[in-house]
């Protein structure tokens, strides 16, 4: 496999990057879920306390995979086209879009309040 995208198929960063991103979103999606089902338990505040962490790093993977994006744009395959191509690219955009937006607004707000905010922790 390739390391960058060839037209045809996606290289091997642009797919470790996408499907690092796609777990470390269903690990934080399950959090919720887990929360929200459980309520307060030693399990779901463990799993809550790498909340941040793991959005910190949700950040930076989205901001490489941003920038491995523009890199490779000349050469990104064109994927597959009708009405559920044009749906996953939407979907796609605007989960980067929240992705890259959520680490500048949480530090908005921190800003804000005057509270620290650590960025791994």
Known sequence: MKIRDDGL???LV??????????????QLGGVVAG?????????????SSHKTVGGL?????????LWGFYNLATR???IGGVVGRLAG?????LYGLMLACR??????SMARAAPMRFLA
């Open 9 to 11: 198929r996606y290289g």
């Open 36 to 48: 929200a089902a459980l309520g307060e338990t030693p399990l779901t505040e463990a799993w809550g």
């Open 77 to 79: 395959p064109t994927g």
């Open 90 to 94: 939407i979907g796609h955009l605007v």
């Open 58 to 66: 949700l950040f930076v993977l989205a901001v490489l995979r941003a």
């Open 14 to 27: 642009t797919r470790v990057l996408h499907w690092g991103i796609a777990g470390l979103l269903l690990y």
């Open 104 to 109: 500048p607004w949480r530090f908005c707000a």
